[in-house]
């Protein structure tokens, strides 16, 4: 007997080189390349990111603690495609919207976008042999589990995801049906824990701080194949076991459906006047230079007819661009000048501080704060009338929601520095304001090419939770009736002049608002 199992762990000790080799196979880099590349990943993060310690004191979330938590899993990475489906969860670590990997949803076509902010020298034409590692060795065993994810028939309200409209669930031998329902658990675990414990496995862009709430959640929530359970109106829950039905379907419900075919399928348009209201109704849908053209000459129509006293520009849904596109448009409305104060900083590293003392062409000013040594510069900020104006003299609007990013944001954060500019809507839940965009940053061993956040809007703030620049100056509380529009009614219907007027809670606050 003892002999027997002496030959089988002495096989065992022969094979065992064989049976490393194989599981390497699909690896085109060594374990010790993985980890220099992840401490590399770490060291940029820790010296070129201005949000961590910011966000750590909002909400307790440590960035590089989860950093670390992740590098042990190196060690059982299979495949290229593992091993860069470990760097994209370290990516997604970050939860910031500007940050996420050059992958094959990245184009390296988008390089360009990046060339005036990039300050660390990329290998672009290595950039697509690092395609290759995505498709060319399946996901492994050692992967995590597969995730799904119920896109818009989960939505987040006010502290709890409800499911929207009827999800049906179909198994080999079994149906499930699940409506009107909130979404409690994930294996057992209270569904708020696992989002904060699984950010990594969630899409970054789709991360948000709940400020009221004090939590992290995720629209487009991905899920574990596994146990979730749901909590109807009456409080009975149901045990879901999602390994058991792969088919899955999405409906509205007979009501919801009601709630549709109440407004007329009136296409919407980019502007509107409401005459009894005198206010102009803007819709920017995206930062998208050559946008504004259009929206101007409307303008020019409205106000050689009439003289309207309020401004609103509604960048929901709108998820950046170029800030040209509402520079330009706010230029054409207004007679005179509007200044605001600008204060970007980047952390005081000497290749990114002497990078933006070149392009921007002015001395940066050094200090400390929230436990970090940043370099900043301090301008002022203008918008210029047009020499073809329209002479608006009154207020502008800004709507916001929790979808407005990057370039639209930085239209709707100057509501806090004019009296001109008034933000109506829901906190964003990112750390957003006036900044340059991300900058590009590359792996030495594996050429994995991330982009990340590298300034941080510091103007006019008095603590950490200022950085957010997200706060509307009115707050809208939207139901699940509205939100059930927002998601489900068709976009060239939903901003329609019916429905803007008589439904949409946010443009009524700027009705009402005197």
Same mark, same amino acid.
């Given at each position: 007997?003892?002999?027997?199992?002496?030959?089988?762990?002495?096989?065992?000790?022969?094979?065992?080189?064989?049976?490393?080799?194989?599981?390497?196979?699909?690896?085109?880099?060594?374990?010790?390349?993985?980890?220099?590349?992840?401490?590399?990943?770490?060291?940029?993060?820790?010296?070129?990111?201005?949000?961590?310690?910011?966000?750590? +004191?909002?909400?307790?979330?440590?960035?590089?603690?989860?950093?670390?938590?992740?590098?042990?899993?190196?060690?059982?990475?299979?495949?290229?495609?593992?091993?860069?489906?470990?760097?994209?969860?370290?990516?997604?670590?970050?939860?910031?919207?500007?940050?996420?990997?050059?992958?094959?949803?990245?184009?390296?076509?988008?390089?360009?976008?990046?060339?005036?902010?990039?300050?660390?020298?990329?290998?672009?034409?290595?950039?697509?042999?690092?395609?290759?590692?995505?498709?060319?060795?399946?996901?492994?065993?050692?992967?995590?589990?597969?995730?799904?994810?119920?896109?818009?028939?989960?939505?987040?309200?006010?502290?709890?995801?409800?499911?929207?409209?009827?999800?049906?669930?179909?198994?080999?031998?079994?149906?499930?049906?699940?409506?009107?329902?909130?979404?409690?658990?994930?294996?057992?675990?209270?569904?708020?824990?696992?989002?904060?414990?699984?950010?990594?496995?969630?899409?970054?862009?789709?991360?948000?701080?709940?400020?009221?709430?004090?939590?992290?959640?995720?629209?487009?929530?991905?899920?574990?194949?596994?146990?979730?359970?749901?909590?109807?109106?009456?409080?009975?829950?149901?045990?879901?076991?999602?390994?058991?039905?792969?088919?899955?379907?999405?409906?509205?419900?007979?009501?919801?459906?009601? +709630?549709?075919?109440?407004?007329?399928?009136?296409?919407?348009?980019?502007?509107?006047?409401?005459?009894?209201?005198?206010?102009?109704?803007?819709?920017?849908?995206?930062?998208?230079?050559?946008?504004?053209?259009?929206?101007?000459?409307?303008?020019?129509?409205?106000?050689?007819?009439?003289?309207?006293?309020?401004?609103?520009?509604?960048?929901?849904?709108?998820?950046?661009?170029?800030?040209?596109?509402?520079?330009?448009?706010?230029?054409?409305?207004?007679?005179?000048?509007?200044?605001?104060?600008?204060?970007?900083?980047?952390?005081?590293?000497?290749?990114?501080?002497?990078?933006?003392?070149?392009?921007?062409?002015?001395?940066?000013?050094?200090?400390?704060?929230?436990?970090?040594?940043?370099?900043?510069?301090?301008?002022?900020?203008?918008?210029?009338?047009?020499?073809?104006?329209?002479?608006?003299?009154?207020?502008?609007?800004?709507?916001?929601?929790?979808?407005?990013?990057?370039?639209?944001?930085?239209?709707?954060?100057?509501?806090?520095?004019?009296?001109?500019? +008034?933000?109506?809507? +829901?906190?964003?839940?990112?750390?957003?304001?006036?900044?340059?965009?991300?900058?590009?940053?590359?792996?030495?061993?594996?050429?994995?090419?991330?982009?990340?956040?590298?300034?941080?809007?510091?103007?006019?703030?008095?603590?950490?939770?200022?950085?957010?620049?997200?706060?509307?100056?009115?707050?809208?509380?939207?139901?699940?009736?509205?939100?059930?529009?927002?998601?489900?009614?068709?976009?060239?219907?939903?901003?329609?002049?019916?429905?803007?007027?008589?439904?949409?809670?946010?443009?009524?606050?700027?009705?009402?608002?005197?």
């Amino acid at each position: 007997m003892h002999i027997k199992r002496e030959i089988h762990s002495l096989l065992f000790l022969i094979m065992l080189p064989f049976f490393l080799l194989a599981q390497d196979s699909h690896l085109s880099f060594s374990r010790q390349q993985m980890y220099e590349d992840y401490n590399q990943f770490v060291q940029i993060v820790r010296d070129y990111n201005p949000q961590i310690n910011v966000r750590e +004191i909002v909400t307790g979330y440590n960035v590089l603690s989860r950093l670390e938590s992740l590098r042990p899993r190196i060690d059982s990475v299979c495949s290229n495609h593992d091993y860069f489906k470990l760097l994209e969860n370290a990516v997604s670590t970050l939860v910031d919207i500007h940050a996420y990997a050059i992958s094959p949803t990245r184009s390296p076509f988008w390089m360009p976008l990046y060339h005036n902010t990039t300050f660390k020298a990329i290998d672009t034409s290595a950039i697509r042999s690092v395609m290759r590692y995505y498709t060319e060795s399946p996901a492994s065993n050692c992967s995590d589990n597969p995730s799904f994810s119920f896109g818009s028939f989960l939505q987040y309200i006010d502290g709890k995801y409800y499911t929207m409209g009827e999800i049906v669930l179909k198994g080999k031998n079994s149906k499930v049906k699940i409506c009107e329902s909130i979404l409690t658990k994930v294996n057992g675990e209270n569904v708020d824990t696992y989002v904060y414990n699984n950010l990594h496995k969630q899409i970054g862009a789709f991360v948000r701080w709940d400020h009221k709430n004090r939590k992290y959640y995720c629209n487009m929530l991905r899920l574990p194949l596994s146990q979730i359970t749901f909590q109807d109106r009456e409080g009975n829950e149901k045990n879901v076991n999602m390994a058991l039905y792969p088919v899955k379907l999405y409906r509205l419900s007979s009501g919801q459906k009601k +709630i549709l075919k109440q407004f007329p399928k009136t296409e919407s348009k980019n502007v509107v006047y409401f005459e009894n209201s005198r206010v102009v109704y803007i819709r920017i849908p995206v930062m998208s230079p050559g946008i504004e053209e259009p929206i101007i000459d409307e303008l020019f129509h409205i106000f050689q007819d009439y003289n309207p006293e309020k401004i609103v520009f509604d960048v929901r849904n709108n998820r950046g661009g170029s800030d040209e596109v509402w520079i330009n448009i706010v230029e054409r409305l207004i007679c005179d000048t509007i200044s605001f104060p600008t204060c970007i900083a980047v952390r005081n590293q000497e290749d990114i501080v002497n990078y933006c003392h070149k392009q921007w062409q002015t001395q940066l000013t050094k200090y400390n704060c929230f436990g970090q040594s940043f370099a900043c510069v301090t301008d002022t900020f203008t918008l210029d009338p047009d020499s073809f104006n329209m002479g608006f003299k009154g207020c502008f609007y800004v709507l916001q929601d929790q979808n407005t990013l990057s370039a639209a944001h930085s239209l709707s954060s100057l509501c806090r520095y004019s009296d001109r500019f +008034i933000s109506v809507g +829901i906190p964003t839940g990112i750390l957003a304001g006036r900044g340059v965009g991300p900058s590009l940053f590359q792996l030495s061993n594996s050429k994995f090419t991330f982009a990340m956040e590298c300034d941080i809007d510091f103007t006019e703030i008095s603590d950490a939770l200022d950085c957010y620049q997200d706060n509307p100056e009115i707050l809208v509380q939207t139901s699940l009736e509205e939100e059930i529009m927002r998601n489900f009614f068709h976009p060239k219907y939903m901003y329609s002049e019916q429905y803007l007027f008589n439904k949409d809670t946010f443009l009524q606050s700027v009705f009402n608002h005197r």
